[in-house]
């Protein structure tokens, strides 16, 4: 069993940046992958990206690309995701999630969620 918690959450202005963390306990393989979802009211959780946890690749799609960054500790057990350049569109809940499979963009492919943390962006 994995069990993550989000924090780093808050309210930005618009240009500014945010470092969210997540904590994991319970056992990591190599072969697990960290993803990164948002989801803003009425909107479905979307991929913000991801993180292989033994290789360290990362994914991101085109929305955040060069803005947001990921990476993990694996001796802490630790997973960030840096955003930078943040835009109004970028308030959402965000949550960091394992996948045992391995690396995967679509939320129904990750088997453990931490409960989220706010982010807010003013214009």
């Known amino acids: 069993q994995v069990q993550l918690i989000e924090s780093g959450g808050g309210a930005v202005q618009a240009g500014g940046s945010l470092k969210l963390s997540c904590a994991i306990s319970?056992?990591?393989?190599?072969?697990?992958?960290v993803g990164w979802f948002r989801q803003a009211p009425g909107m479905v959780r979307e991929f913000v990206g991801g993180i292989r946890w033994g290789y360290g690749t990362t994914y991101y799609p085109n929305s955040v690309k060069g803005r947001f960054t990921v990476s993990r500790d694996m001796a802490k057990k630790t997973a960030a995701l840096q955003m930078n350049s943040l835009i109004a569109e970028d308030t959402a809940v965000y949550y960091c999630?394992?996948?045992?499979?391995?690396?995967?963009?679509?939320?129904?492919?990750?088997?453990?969620w931490g409960r989220g943390t706010q982010v807010t962006v003013s214009s």
């Open positions: 999630a394992v996948n045992r499979n391995g690396m995967a963009t679509t939320a129904k492919d990750y088997d453990y």
């Open positions: 319970g056992r990591m393989f190599s072969s697990f992958a």
